[in-house]
């Protein structure tokens, strides 16, 4: 007989690896500037970590990419951030989030789909439908809160 025993561990919580399914990259400046209108052949987002992910939704444009940044966990900081590149971000994601969270090794401890969490709206309520921040030159995510992230393992179990 086959059984799951859930066992206590100490984990070194390290990233959280991003998955967002965006509506309207618009929503988001990059230096200043509105990021394009995927709607509009031929836009691509440009926000770093835009991804194509194939022609999924031939009726919306703007679904063929998703969002696919890597988090520190400790610190906020988007890895391999594009240095002296600046962000405001407001993305509808609704449903259609996705992350999972590695440890200090890159294995999974926890995957993630569903509202979006609060630790990715640090800058005002997103209210489990947008991602919104602000992301500084460095790739800082501005208000930051590790602790937040935890809440996405109590959902989870």
């Given at each position: 007989?086959?059984?799951?025993?859930?066992?206590?561990a100490n984990v070194d919580l390290k990233y959280l690896k991003v998955d967002a399914v965006v509506r309207y990259w618009q929503d988001c400046t990059i230096n200043g500037k509105r990021d394009n209108d995927c709607e509009?052949?031929?836009?691509?987002?440009?926000?770093?970590?835009?991804?194509y992910v194939g022609d999924v939704n031939r009726i919306l444009r703007a679904y063929n990419w998703?969002?696919?940044?890597?988090?520190?966990?400790?610190?906020?900081r988007i890895l391999d951030w594009p240095e002296g590149t600046?962000?405001?971000?407001?993305?509808?994601?609704?449903?259609?989030?996705?992350?999972?969270?590695?440890?200090?090794?890159?294995?999974?401890?926890?995957?993630?789909?569903?509202y979006v969490p609060r630790c990715m709206c640090p800058k005002e309520n997103g209210y489990g439908d947008?991602?919104?921040?602000?992301?500084?030159?460095?790739?800082?995510i501005q208000g930051w809160n590790p602790e937040h992230v935890l809440r996405i393992l109590e959902q989870e179990e």
């Amino acid at each position: 007989m086959k059984t799951t025993i859930k066992k206590d561990a100490n984990v070194d919580l390290k990233y959280l690896k991003v998955d967002a399914v965006v509506r309207y990259w618009q929503d988001c400046t990059i230096n200043g500037k509105r990021d394009n209108d995927c709607e509009e052949e031929p836009n691509e987002p440009q926000i770093p970590f835009a991804e194509y992910v194939g022609d999924v939704n031939r009726i919306l444009r703007a679904y063929n990419w998703h969002w696919k940044p890597t988090i520190d966990i400790d610190n906020g900081r988007i890895l391999d951030w594009p240095e002296g590149t600046l962000a405001s971000i407001h993305y509808k994601v609704c449903d259609e989030f996705c992350c999972e969270i590695l440890d200090d090794n890159n294995n999974t401890v926890c995957s993630y789909d569903g509202y979006v969490p609060r630790c990715m709206c640090p800058k005002e309520n997103g209210y489990g439908d947008y991602i919104i921040m602000d992301i500084d030159s460095n790739g800082f995510i501005q208000g930051w809160n590790p602790e937040h992230v935890l809440r996405i393992l109590e959902q989870e179990e």
